[in-house]
């Protein structure tokens, strides 16, 4: 991804619903830049439509309508084949719901894109210990993700997204199930990853810490931006 500007999304809707009667607005006429290096939040009240727009982002959603660019890449016009593998080798994600393979153990886990990526045995092993101290689950290699807390669970798929430093973060509240002295050391790590490998980071949050902590504040209300702060 060579693009300065890492996502343009021009006129982006999102509909839900077959008919005139049932459609509902997810996203209307989003239009928005945001460049290499950038660390952003998305805030808003819920299904103000955060989600809907990381997902697309992602391209794990089509938009209704509008043109959506990723490093240069029109998204819309690229087959799911290629779209996985710009997932795979550029944008790490972080769920709401951790999306853990359950038979894998947290080592397995984290490293499983390092796999899919063909990178060298030493080289994952290397990271995936640099990324569980990180996240402060050295010892727990072995364990699976069913015998683990909700917050530990989610400080892996935390691990797992950052591992391969894609150069596209893209959170959905990624402290929610956090407590505060956790999440704020994971959010410090992240602006690190920010300022050394100028990865991108894109959040959709309600914490506070959060928005204290980015550099960029864009507020949605019923699937419009209503505000754009640029805190640099």
Known sequence: MTSRNLIEMKNISKTFGTSEETKIWALKNINLTIEKGEFTSLVGPSGSGKSTLLNIVSGLERPS?????????????????????????????????????????????????????????EKRKKRVEEMLEMVNLSGFEKRYP???????????????????????????????????????????????????????????????????KANRLITLHDGEIVSDENRI
């Open 65 to 121: 309508g509008g043109a959506i660019f990723l490093g240069g890449h029109n998204i819309r016009e690229l087959s799911s084949k290629e779209l996985a593998r710009i997932r795979r080798d550029h944008i790490g994600l972080i769920f709401q719901a951790y999306n853990l393979i359950p038979v894998l153990t947290v080592k397995e886990n984290i490293e499983y894109v390092m796999l899919l990526q063909r990178a060298d045995k």
């Open 146 to 212: 069913p015998e683990l807390s909700g917050g530990q669970q989610q400080r892996v798929a935390i691990a797992r997204a950052m591992v391969g430093r894609p150069d596209l973060i893209l959170a959905d509240e990624p402290t929610a199930n956090i407590d505060s002295k956790t999440g704020s050391a994971l959010i410090d790590t992240m602006k690190d990853l920010n300022k050394v490998f100028q990865m991108t980071f894109v959040f959709s949050t309600h914490d506070p810490m959060i928005m204290e």
